[in-house]
């Protein structure tokens, strides 16, 4: 299984940016789903979750100006980012909890995560 992950860019102060990942392979399933970044200096947080359901969770920084959203039948997960400012700029790393099989047609499940995406918003 494979999460590849797009859309970062630079982008000045007040503009936006949506990012998407799309996950590949011999799914079965994905269960929560989300979007991370990792700013310079800092460890990695959670910006925004999505359960399998659909019930949405946002850090508080970015609350009111990112928007997460899943299609499970395309298997991609998306991040409109309104708004953005510096203390935006990081990596962006996508991730969902999977089941898939293995090559050897096993249910394996496991923790997936896309390569990473740079976001830089300018002052």
């Known amino acids: 299984v494979q999460l590849q992950a797009s859309g970062g860019g630079l982008v000045h102060a007040g503009g936006a940016l949506r990012l998407s990942c799309l996950a590949s392979?011999?799914?079965?399933?994905?269960?929560?789903m989300g979007w991370y970044r990792r700013a310079p200096g800092k460890e990695r947080e959670l910006v925004a979750g999505v359960s399998e359901s659909g019930h949405t969770t946002y850090a508080n920084s970015v609350k009111g100006r990112f928007t997460i959203s899943r299609d499970n039948a395309k298997k991609t997960l998306d991040l409109q980012m309104n708004g953005l400012t510096p203390e935006d700029t990081a990596v962006y790393y996508c991730?969902?909890?999977?089941?898939?099989?293995?090559?050897?047609?096993?249910?394996?499940?496991?923790?997936?995560w896309g390569q990473g995406t740079l976001v830089t918003v300018s002052s």
């Open positions: 991730h969902a909890d999977v089941v898939y099989y293995n090559p050897s047609d096993e249910y394996v499940a496991a923790k997936a």
């Open positions: 392979g011999r799914v079965i399933r994905i269960s929560d």
